[in-house]
């Protein structure tokens, strides 16, 4: 009785197994790890690029609006500084709704938030400030700028771009 493999050569039953196998496969995933890990990296800072020029963009859209709003309102406080003084309550109260407008804008950014209530803020300064000199109460007199102020927020925002958001 033959107990040799029928297909089994001899040559075959004297070559012992290498270990090549084992190091081509190792370096082919190694390969393709590496391409991966290439692949991935491109398309990060693709993306990473494509989100900062929409950035980019939005941004510039948040201060051209913001930049509106704030012209209007200095005309808007202008007709009211020319008004005369029997007249200046009826300006006053076209004011607060245009504050409300501000409000109920939306930004596209951050930034344009945070402009958006600094604007916000100096223009209800300037609306309390009206009321109480026109109430004749007693009020040093005051340096209100919601263009600077808002200028100031958008300078802030150009200092901290690219900063990690805090959590």
């Known amino acids: 009785m033959d107990t040799r493999d029928p297909v089994m050569t001899e040559a075959d039953r004297n070559t012992t197994p290498s270990g090549s196998n084992g190091r081509r496969t190792a370096i082919i995933v190694i390969l393709v790890a590496f391409i991966a890990s ?3 990296t491109f398309l990060a800072i693709t993306e990473s690029h494509r989100v900062r020029k929409a950035d980019t963009v939005a941004q510039a859209s948040d201060e051209q609006d913001l930049r509106g709003f704030a012209a209007d309102w200095a ?5 009211l500084q020319d008004t005369p003084a ?7 109260d ?13 930004p596209r950014t951050p930034c344009g938030n945070d402009a958006r209530e600094a604007l916000r803020a100096s223009m209800e300064t300037r609306v309390g400030y009206v009321r109480r000199v026109l109430a004749k109460e007693t009020v040093p007199e005051a340096h209100i700028d919601e263009a600077r102020a808002l200028e100031k927020s958008f300078q802030r925002c150009v200092a901290e771009q690219g900063r990690d958001v805090p959590n």
């Open 38 to 40: 290439a692949t991935t």
């Open 75 to 79: 005309a808007r406080v202008g007709q």
């Open 86 to 92: 029997e007249a200046q309550s009826a300006r006053l």
């Open 94 to 106: 076209a004011l607060p709704p245009r504050i409300d407008a501000l409000a109920a804008w939306k």
